[in-house]
């Protein structure tokens, strides 16, 4: 880093660390290293983004060394932002405690299996409308190594139509009941309360909004008062509308500070952030490539926020636009690639439709990182 970096960021500036440079504890001087979320693994520094008044971006590398230029020329409140998010960094996420006595946690990556009772959604609608077809699917994705099952009764694909709030609960809620005492995590997928409380009452145990609780006004108080652990999605318009034409002056940071002031919302109104899971929403309202891309490569600065991060990119758009594969259900290279950068950057769940082929990617995975943080040569 050089002198001429922070000299060049105006006070007030708002600052971003996205961590770079990772390696096993046993190769790293710990005064030279950060810890990284108690995992046997260190990184060495970050890329320091700043974005000033006039929205203008700045971008520097910041040695683990480093780190005490930036009180020197950016004064206190800068050097208490930078420590904050080095201190989420630091932190293993805690344990998700859930209402049927079990938890989940954050040691590997977590594996959520999509389940759609819908008619309409764009990967699979149609296929589990009937209860019996979905319970019988959901059974064998926890069979096939599915952590949570993420159950939606309304599409929110891009140019889906609303679906009225007692049909959506009615679509959702047998299956819920019929899975609730199977031992197997459950979220329910919906941004509407109504839905959310019946939902829970059916023994649901996690609330995974794709508006993040802003879609309908009394989400948030009841998710407050449920004290269920909620999944808070970022997506740039609503379903009719999000793919219309998607505008961002830096894509991974308005998605940042916007997942930023929801968390802060939630905890306003009475939510843990030790209960909040962040999404970062890829085909919600992004540029196909560019932004879902953007998103995905810099994943790991929403660790930064103190919460686990969950990505869903399976078998979307995006996929297709790089692969040239344009049938839905056939975008399982793309979408195991997908899954496996993910995980390799920081995601802690991936939300996915091929749960067994997953499952078995993210395994060596994980193999994978705890042998690069044991190694020893």
């Excluded at 890329?47 to 020329?73: K, M």
Aim: aromatic share 6%; hydrophobic share 45%; glycine share 10%.
């Amino acid at each position: 880093m050089s002198a001429d970096f922070l000299n060049q960021i105006p006070d007030g500036s708002i600052l971003y660390v996205r961590p770079v440079g990772f390696v096993s504890a046993r190769h790293a001087d710990g005064a030279a290293s950060f810890d990284y979320r108690q995992s046997g693994r260190r990184f060495t520094g970050f890329v320091l983004y700043a974005r000033d008044g006039e929205n203008r971006l700045h971008a520097g590398f910041v040695a683990a060394g480093q780190v005490g230029d930036i009180e020197n020329t950016l004064g206190t409140e800068a050097a208490e932002s930078v420590t904050k998010q080095l201190h989420f960094l630091s932190e293993a996420h805690s344990a998700l405690d859930l209402a049927n006595g079990k938890s989940l946690t954050f040691t590997r990556p977590l594996v959520m299996g999509v389940l759609n009772v819908t008619p309409d959604s764009f990967s699979d609608g149609g296929k589990f409308l009937d209860t019996n077809i979905a319970v019988r699917h959901a059974r064998a994705m926890a069979a096939a190594g599915a952590d949570i099952i993420d159950i939606g009764g309304e599409s929110t694909r891009p140019g889906a139509t609303p679906v009225w709030e007692g049909e959506e609960a009615e679509r959702i809620v047998p299956v819920i009941q019929a899975l609730s005492d199977e031992g197997v995590a459950l979220s329910v997928d919906s941004r509407n309360a109504f839905v959310m409380e019946k939902a829970a009452g059916a023994g649901a145990h996690i609330i995974n909004d794709v508006s993040a609780l802003t879609h309908d006004p009394e989400s948030l108080d009841l998710a407050a008062r449920l004290g269920l652990p909620v999944v808070l999605m970022h997506a740039q318009g609503d379903p009719r509308t999000m793919q219309d034409d998607p505008v961002y002056d830096h894509a991974l940071l308005d998605v940042y500070d916007y997942l930023a002031a929801r968390i802060r919302a939630c905890e306003v109104a009475g939510i843990e952030r030790k209960n909040i899971i962040i999404d970062p929403g890829i085909g919600f309202g992004k540029r196909v490539v560019q932004d879902n891309l953007d998103l995905i490569n810099g994943l790991l600065l929403f660790q930064t926020l103190g919460c686990p991060v969950l990505l869903g990119a399976s078998r979307k758009r995006f996929i297709g636009a790089i692969t040239g594969v344009e049938t839905v259900g056939e975008r399982l290279a793309g979408s195991l690639a997908a899954a496996i950068k993910a995980a390799e950057l920081g995601a802690n769940i991936v939300r996915v439709h091929d749960v067994r082929e997953t499952a078995e990617a993210m395994k060596l995975i994980q193999a994978s990182l705890d042998a690069s943080a044991m190694d020893g040569l």
